[in-house]
């Protein structure tokens, strides 16, 4: 076998590190700086991505953290114009407050909610519209009832917040979260015509219908798995369906799987295909 024939059977280099406080550019329009906010559920810590050249969109300003501040600021300096939240949870919306202070820039997301004040209420097919660029905004609700996403048109790049993240599923959390919501969700982001997906945690995702394709089919596949489990035990409680499902789960993430089962099961429940309501209560197959 030649070289050059050898070479194209690589496998492609991986990706550089996320490290926190260090601009990436990622396209000539993105550039993604991550917090100093790592861990189980946020992976390396929180992408935040400033958007455009001279005005400047900072989408997701991650965690209260003066390091960020000043890395983001540093970044972008007096042309962000614009700060847009994808939802409220406290690792992607807290920054906003410091970082409107320090640039005077204009906060939108879905609504005021867990601390943060909007200047504007924004939602399905609001445009910011720049003199580089246009962001449109969907309404993306299951992993949170308030989640936008945000597409950028000239890249057809999909910020995805915490609606599509690299390198893991996303937790749906009810009652806020919800399941047959999410996978709705899923197919509306699936119909854009998607180059890739900027996340909220992890690296660029260059083959974004094949990741959400993906997604669904976890869904699905897990959505059978607690049927299963269900069907064998005869009544059972979340508790105990966690145990049987994710028999080596990590115990600090025993509580995400409780949620994410019940998800589930209110999902099935509403399809009339099991019984029960409550997080501690008893279920079982209708």
């Known amino acids: 076998m030649r070289a050059a024939d050898a070479a194209t059977d690589e496998a492609p280099a991986p990706p550089p590190p996320l490290v926190p406080g260090v601009a990436r550019a990622l396209s000539p329009l993105v ?13 390396a810590g929180t992408n935040t991505y400033l958007v455009g050249i ?10 209260e953290s003066d390091d960020h501040l000043d890395a983001v600021t540093g970044c972008g ?3 962000i114009r614009w700060i847009l939240c994808t939802h409220t949870h406290p690792d992607h919306s807290p920054g906003a407050a410091a970082l409107k202070a320090a640039t005077g820039a204009e906060v939108l997301a879905f609504g005021n909610r867990d601390g943060l004040k909007v200047d504007k209420r924004i939602g399905q097919g609001h445009r910011v519209e720049a003199t580089e660029f246009r962001l449109t905004a969907h309404h993306t609700p299951g992993h949170a009832s308030n989640h936008l996403c945000f597409f950028l048109e000239e890249e057809r790049m999909l910020f995805s917040g915490d609606h599509i993240m690299q390198g893991s599923t996303v937790v ?18 699936r119909q854009l015509r998607l180059r890739s997906i900027a996340p909220g945690h992890g690296h660029l995702v260059d083959d974004p219908k094949a990741l959400i394709d993906w997604y669904v089919e976890h869904r699905l596949e897990r959505e059978q798995q607690v049927l299963s489990a269900l069907g064998a035990a005869g009544t059972a409680k979340i508790a105990g369906l966690v145990a049987e499902i994710y028999p080596d789960l ?14 589930h099961l209110l999902k099935l429940a509403a399809e009339g295909k ?13």
Do not use: C, F, Q
């Open 250 to 263: 990590d115990p600090e993430l025993v509580p995400v799987a409780k949620r994410t089962v019940h998800a």
């Open 172 to 189: 749906i959390s009810p009652p806020d979260g919800d399941m047959a919501v999410y996978l709705e969700s899923l197919a509306k982001v």
């Open 31 to 43: 550039r993604r700086i991550v917090a100093p906010n790592p861990g189980k559920m946020t992976g």
């Open 77 to 79: 300096g007096d042309r």
């Open 274 to 286: 099991v019984t029960g309501k409550t997080a501690t209560g008893n279920w079982s197959i209708a």
């Open 54 to 63: 001279d005005e400047i969109a900072v989408i997701d300003p991650g965690p």
